[in-house]
């Protein structure tokens, strides 16, 4: 079965703290695709970042960062220097190679206080 | 940049009326799907359909829901008698290949009365 867990459900952090948005996930598969999206308070998903299974790499992209660790099935999202603009919700989803839908977690809601 | 665009953004119904929420996905894409979101839940994945046909749904979509791409540039989701727990934002999406990622329009939030 496939499962995305994001065990915050929400997160405040002053401005220009950084902030690390956990990830788990769970499968089966061993071709499978991750992602992260933005949900800003108006309600469309933003796409941040697609990482396969067999690119573990870590990915760096202006104040975000992307941390994947097969080991410990994580891809972990970091934001670094928060701004009030970053507040959103932020889901992380999986897709796997073999089906094509999407299972996404339960999302985290950051508040980045001015 | 090409988008997915969708109507209407807000619609407000009566239970057991029919809905039929509009999508227009990025126009070399082959692959469509809608999603449903509760306020303050997950994203929930409804149906995939790719070459005129369903290629995945899920229990959510029963009987009530149907899917149709008219015309070619249209990729509709009707509701045929909608109820309460109905109510949520609609997300379509759209992309070229399997296993890219998703592009989401910008979602239709309904609300069943």
């Known amino acids: 079965a496939q499962k995305v867990t994001q065990a915050q459900t929400e997160i405040s952090v002053v401005e220009k703290e950084d902030v690390t948005l956990d990830c788990v996930y769970e499968t089966r598969d061993t071709t499978y695709y991750l992602f992260w999206y933005k949900q800003p308070p108006s309600g469309e998903l933003v796409f941040l970042i697609r990482?396969?299974?067999?690119?573990?790499q870590n990915e760096i992209s202006g104040r975000y960062s992307w941390n994947f660790q097969k080991s410990t099935s994580s891809f972990n999202f970091t934001i670094t220097a928060s701004q009030v603009v970053d507040s959103a919700v932020y889901f992380c989803?999986?897709?796997?190679?073999?089906?094509?839908?999407?299972?996404f977690g339960t999302g985290t809601s950051l508040t980045v206080i001015p | 940049e090409p988008e997915v665009t969708q109507t209407p953004s807000h619609q407000v119904t009566q239970m057991g009326q029919e809905v039929i929420l509009r999508c227009v996905p990025i126009s070399n894409h082959l692959y469509f799907y809608w999603y449903r979101q509760i306020l303050g839940q997950k994203v929930e994945f409804l149906v995939s359909f790719y070459n005129n046909e369903i290629s995945e749904k899920s229990e959510i979509f029963d009987d009530q829901f149907s899917v149709e791409r008219p015309d070619g540039s249209n990729f509709t989701l009707k509701i045929r008698s909608t109820k309460l727990e109905d109510s949520a934002m609609y997300f379509c999406a759209s992309i070229l290949e399997a296993s890219e990622a998703q592009y989401f329009g910008p979602g239709t939030r309904l609300l069943v009365l």
């Open positions: 989803a999986l897709l796997s190679n073999t089906g094509n839908q999407f299972y």
């Open positions: 990482r396969n299974s067999f690119d573990e």
